[in-house]
């Protein structure tokens, strides 16, 4: 079981890496919200992927990895990678829907890293047997409130008018897919050997990294900043650059022709042109230039 469990991290681990390069460059084009919190999280997926990988190697191996490096890729994986995971996946929801709460997230922050340092406190300070175990249920407790969270996002804002399209569709879909896998890991995965986070860590690669490269989803971010667009109005701003028809742009995002055309004059009067040639010519000019932050 030992050698499948090493076969199939190495498969997740050689699929990530090499998504992850993608997803770097990708990043660092658009240096856009929603891309450096994709990469944030799919940064805490692969630290948990790796130093499985690796304290799995060791166990096969003995000998050729110190016990003192399988602490460390231990605690990469169940602290490092996992509270990684923990912080960013609701953030990275609220930037996907376009959750607009700072007070919300610093909550979020503030019960992650409070989990954190209590899980440390009962692991490592206090030690003993019982105190670490009950430090291991504060920690899935806070996991699994964190996942429900996540699935209250999707439920309550998956049609909302002003979420990523179809970021959001394929986010959801994975975040349905991987619910079971999480329960899994956290209570059945020591009976199987082995985990389906892994798998999970795959498939995300592929779809969200894809998504992001053919820029279906990712709003122009100096039209939404620069010229002081709605985010439905970036988003047709950003269909037209990519050549679509009114028509199309009234199928891909779910509204009249007649509500496009009514953008469209909004647009080009915040914009300061009065053609889509025009419109198309100045995003095409300030795609190079630096993207504000948000």
Known sequence: MQGYWLGYLFVSFAIGVACFGVALAVAWRRRDAVSRCFLALYGALSVMVTASLLSAFGETAPGVISAAAQQVFRYLESIVGLY???LTLPL???RVFRVREPR?????VGVVVATL??????EYVLGSTPWDERGDWLEDGVLLAIVAYSLWLVVTRWRSAEAERPLADRISLLLLIGVPGFVYDLFLSEGWGLRWYPLWYCL???VMVSTLVRGEEIVSPQAADGWGLSAREAEVADQVARGLSNKDIATT??????TVKTHLRTIFEKAGVRSRFELISRMSRSSG???PEG
């Open 92 to 94: 990275l929801l609220h």
């Open 84 to 86: 990684g995971v923990m």
């Open 289 to 291: 230039a630096k993207h």
């Open 253 to 258: 995002l779910h509204i009249s022709p007649n």
């Open 117 to 122: 340092v209590l899980q440390h406190l009962t």
């Open 204 to 206: 995300t690669s592929v």
């Open 104 to 108: 919300r997230e610093r909550v979020l």
